[in-house]
């Protein structure tokens, strides 16, 4: 086979694949997400359950998330500060 031949080959390929990515890129960015995201702010708490197991052992916990966002960010905030 012609080395020109094949040259030709792969650029095609590629630029076929380029565009193809432009193509795929572009129709996803027009239309958007299809879903929300989070969740909206609100009073209450969401529960996070996690369940691991290694072997013999299992643990099993519960975790309490604020749906508002500022009680939330407060969790991070130290308790007490040293002036």
Excluded: E, W
Aim: net charge positive; proline share 6%; aromatic share 8%.
């Amino acid at each position: 086979m012609n080395p020109k031949l094949i040259i030709l080959l792969v650029v095609l390929v590629f630029l076929i694949g380029c565009a193809a990515l432009i193509y795929f890129g572009d129709k996803r960015r027009r239309n958007g997400a299809t879903q929300d995201q989070g969740s909206n702010p609100g009073q209450g708490h969401h529960l996070l359950h996690s369940n691991y197991g290694s072997g013999r052992s299992t643990s099993s916990s519960t975790t309490r998330i604020p749906k508002n966002p500022a009680d939330y960010a407060k969790s991070f905030a130290p308790k007490k500060t040293d002036k």
